[in-house]
């Protein structure tokens, strides 16, 4: 992985990943010129989130997809890129590297400076504010799954990149994370499975390739359904002709009337599949999908009515196995949005419990309350730890589905007592807004539900 281009000496693009760990002293001083800015204090200090609410709340809105940017189809000027996976050690070691540790700094300062003050009013608002979206987009986290050879930031495939960067956001504010991150999913997915000619399509609007920001864009996994499978999809792809018909509902579809590209999960010859969507394709509509948590993501549903695409719109196999791991990266990926949200609880928990008082002194005395804020420690480094490991053979290209089972088992049932402990603790302030608790309580009940949306 190499440093975002903001951060490379110089703020040249075109200085490489191996000239940038040979300065490293460079880039160092780089990230320090970058927290030292006001660039964030800009962003997110001086300046409130929009206030404009998002029409799901009020009315609800069925209308049909923003007509968004046309994606250049140019012949091809050169061959497609693959994400290289990293070379195994064969330790059992999971210390992020420099590159990574300097990356997840400056995301960090994002997240505790930007996303955090943020969030209450895009939660009320169920939208992401401008300022937020922009500042990820010049961290370069839209490419953070693409390949530098394509214009991204990484050289080889990390997940435990994502899985750290993720973690750091949702530390934050997890609805701002996934409202962020959203549109990498999109650009990791063609960065791992898009032919070449996919890749040099859209690859450039993520990358900044065509000179333009980066689009919102989602990945449709979600379907409105009880005990939803995502491996038996009511979506359907039938082929016709020279093309293939797209008919369904996809919900969970982050910030959905704005999105300019989709990317739609549904059953191909009875085999779940990946398909792109562009917003401006008849028969799309969106529809409104408040949500109980995750509210700044702008959750939205997606209605296909015979919606028509080209043959080469199938992004990977028929055969269904690289949908198989678009849901395992994705469910990794909101693991780590779990562990940074329940460490976030975590740390709120622990200094309320130190300077509440009751009876002439701190409730933190209580045993009752010391062994249930040990609890929640033992719980967060333990999904934490569960989901590194996880994300450590995702980047070495091995085999990580029982890993990110258990991980995502484990995130679902411990975030969401980590949520409800943590309003517990707090009593009566644990259920008003004044705190953030009752907010990360909603978004932590969201793990164990949502697929799709983000991935790795």
Not at 95 to 106: F, I, Q, S
Not at 396 to 401: L, M, T, V
Not at 423 to 443: A, M, T
Request: net charge negative; hydrophobic share 50%; proline share 4%.
């Amino acid at each position: 992985m190499v440093l975002p281009r903001i951060l490379r000496p110089g703020g040249r693009h075109g200085v490489s990943s191996r000239e940038t760990r040979d300065a490293l002293g460079l880039a160092v001083a780089a990230v320090s010129r970058v927290a030292q800015s006001d660039l964030l204090d800009r962003l997110g200090l001086r300046r409130q989130a929009e206030q404009t609410v998002y029409a799901t709340t009020r009315d609800g809105f069925r209308v049909a997809t923003a007509a968004g940017r046309t994606f250049a189809r140019a012949g091809r000027r050169s061959a497609g890129a693959r994400p290289v996976s990293a070379a195994s050690t064969g330790l059992f070691d999971l210390t992020p590297t420099d590159d990574e540790e300097m990356l997840v700094a400056v995301v960090r300062e994002l997240a505790d400076e930007v996303l955090r003050p943020a969030a209450p009013a895009a939660d009320a608002a169920c939208a992401a504010p401008a300022e937020v979206l922009a500042a990820a987009e010049v961290l370069g986290l839209p490419g953070l799954g693409v390949p530098e050879a394509l214009g991204g930031i990484m050289e080889e495939r990390s997940a435990t990149a994502g899985v750290l960067v993720a973690e750091a956001l949702a530390h934050g504010d997890m609805g701002l994370a996934v409202a962020t991150l959203a549109p990498g999913a999109v650009a990791t997915a063609i960065a791992l499975w898009g032919t070449d000619a996919q890749q040099q399509t859209y690859l450039p609007a993520f990358t900044g390739g065509d000179g333009s920001g980066a689009p919102a864009a989602a990945l449709a996994v979600a379907e409105p359904a009880v005990l939803f499978d995502p491996f038996r999809l009511a979506t359907t792809a039938r082929r016709d002709g020279d093309g293939i018909v797209l008919d369904g509902v996809k919900s969970a579809v982050v910030r959905g009337a704005e999105a300019e590209l989709f990317v739609v999960a549904a059953m191909l010859d009875g085999t779940p599949a990946l398909f792109l969507v562009e917003s401006g394709a008849d028969g799309l509509e969106v529809e409104a999908d408040p949500s109980m948590g995750v509210r700044a993501a702008a959750l939205s549903r997606l209605h296909l009515s015979g919606v028509r695409v080209g043959a080469d719109a199938l992004i990977g196999d028929a055969a269904g196995e690289a949908y198989a791991e678009c849901v395992r990266l994705s469910r990794l990926a909101w693991c780590a949005l779990a562990v940074g949200t329940g460490q976030a609880v975590l740390d709120h928990v622990k200094d309320y419990v130190n300077q509440r008082e009751a009876f002439g002194e701190p409730i933190s005395h209580r045993q009752s309350v010391a062994f249930m804020v040990a609890d929640m420690a033992i719980e967060v480094q333990a999904m934490r730890l569960v989901t590194w490991r996880a994300a450590s053979r995702a980047t070495r290209g091995e085999d990580f589905a029982r890993e990110v089972g258990l991980a995502r088992q484990l995130c679902a049932e411990k975030g969401m007592r980590i949520g409800l402990d943590g309003v517990q603790l707090l009593g009566g302030h644990g259920f008003v807004k004044e705190h953030p608790v009752e907010r990360w309580y909603r978004d932590l009940r969201a793990v164990g539900v949502m697929e799709g949306a983000v991935l790795f």
